[in-house]
Each structure stands twice: as structure tokens, then as C-alpha cells.
């Protein structure tokens, strides 16, 4: 007579188990497998999305000089980082909002005190270049008294910057991490299709003959 609570030989409790974890093992695989497929196309269109750049950085790379040398211009493009802040009247912005102008994208505080000095030179750039192609976004990251940063601007005669912020230490912390902030101020340029271009960790006389060229070159100016 047949115990049937025996098992049989096709249910033995010894294979059952490792057929699980052999099963789940390759569902790891394949998933990994997929994943980093994934990955390499995503890295493949970011890559193919910022060759143009490469002829812009051609360019840029000799005009980082003067007052502007310590603008660390890339070899190669890349995509930018994904960041979002407010506009003027408070409207949550990314970058993609600003597609087809190339950025002059500025982290600065009241309380950073190189920030507050560059302020006026960022503003005379953008009175010179800013328009449809160009735009210095400087972005406020005080996180508290906020306030004072656009009394601030106005007290300095900052008339003509437009107002950006992000004051809840997000965009500082997502910055950070990516290695683009090491302290205030920070300043990325990005190209019209969202493509980073150099970074300066630390300020600059945007105002100079210098800083011009650089950005001329950024848009393809060769005259002023």
C-alpha cells in the first residue's frame, strides 16, 4: 500500500528547492541581461544626441582662457543633469524648457559671498548675449529667508536676470552628487539640445572681453 503521504519521485523535496533558486538565477540573468541592453541603447542615444556638440567644444576649448581659464570644458559632450527649479511666478522648469538655447546655468546664495560679486558681471552678460539663443539662468539655492534673495537682486540693480530658484536643498544635494558641486558658486554651460559643455566650480568675471569670446564661441559667433 502506497503512503500517500511519501513523495514521488517526480516531487522529491531535495529538487524542488534548487529548481526554484536555478530558475530564479536565470530570470536574474536575463533580467540583468536586458537591463544592460537597455542601458547601452540609452547610452547610445545620449551619445548620438550630442555629436553635434563635439564641433561646439572644438571651439570652446581655446577661449577658456584670461578670466575664464579656470572653465573646465569637456572633451566629449554629455547629457546634462536632470535638474528642476521654479520660474519668475513660481512654475516648476527643467532644462528641457529652455530646449534650442544654449544656458549659462549658475547655482548661487545671498549667503556665498563670491556668488554676490559675480552677480553683477552674470547680469552685463546677459544684457549682452541673453536673448533667444542665449540666457544666463542663475538659479537661487537659499533655503531659508527666501525673501531675500530677490530683495537682494534688487537692491544691487540685478534688473536683468530673470528670477530662478530651487530652495529646498534638492537640486544642491542632486548636483552633489554628481560630482558638478563641490561649493557656491557653481556654473554648468549647456548647449541648446541639453548637452553639457564645461563646468566652473567657482567664480568668474563674466563681464570680461574673455567671457564674451567664450560664449560667442558656444553659439558659433566669430564676431561679437
Avoid at 90 to 103: K, M
Avoid at 117 to 123: F, I, Q, T, V
Wanted: glycine share 10%; charged share 20%.
Amino acid at each position: 500500500m502506497t503512503d500517500e503521504t511519501s513523495p514521488r519521485p517526480s516531487e522529491d523535496p531535495r529538487r524542488g528547492p534548487r529548481r526554484g533558486l536555478i530558475l530564479g538565477a536565470g530570470a536574474l540573468v536575463v533580467g540583468a541581461v536586458v537591463a544592460f541592453a537597455l542601458v547601452s541603447r540609452n547610452s547610445e542615444a545620449v551619445a548620438e544626441a550630442c555629436i553635434p556638440a563635439q564641433e561646439t567644444l572644438t571651439r570652446l576649448a581655446p577661449t577658456a582662457t584670461g578670466e575664464v581659464a579656470a572653465v573646465s570644458v569637456h572633451a566629449t559632450p554629455r547629457l546634462a543633469p536632470e535638474i528642476a527649479f521654479t520660474g519668475p511666478e513660481g512654475e516648476p522648469l527643467t532644462l528641457a524648457d529652455f530646449e534650442g538655447r544654449t544656458l549659462l546655468l549658475n547655482l548661487w546664495a545671498t549667503w556665498c559671498a563670491p556668488c554676490r560679486e559675480e552677480m553683477p558681471a552674470l547680469d552685463a552678460l546677459q544684457a549682452e548675449y541673453g536673448g533667444e539663443e542665449f540666457e544666463v539662468v542663475a538659479v537661487n539655492v537659499d533655503t531659508r529667508n527666501l525673501d531675500r534673495p530677490r530683495a537682494w537682486l534688487e537692491e544691487h540693480g540685478i534688473d536683468d536676470l530673470a528670477y530662478y530658484a530651487e530652495n529646498e536643498g534638492t537640486l544642491m544635494q542632486t548636483l552633489q552628487r554628481s560630482g558638478h558641486v563641490v561649493g557656491l558658486p557653481t556654473t554648468i554651460l549647456v548647449d541648446g539640445a541639453g548637452c553639457e559643455l564645461a563646468v566652473l566650480k567657482g567664480p568668474a568675471e563674466w563681464a570680461s572681453a574673455d567671457a564674451f569670446a567664450l560664449i560667442r564661441a558656444a553659439l558659433g559667433r566669430e564676431g561679437g
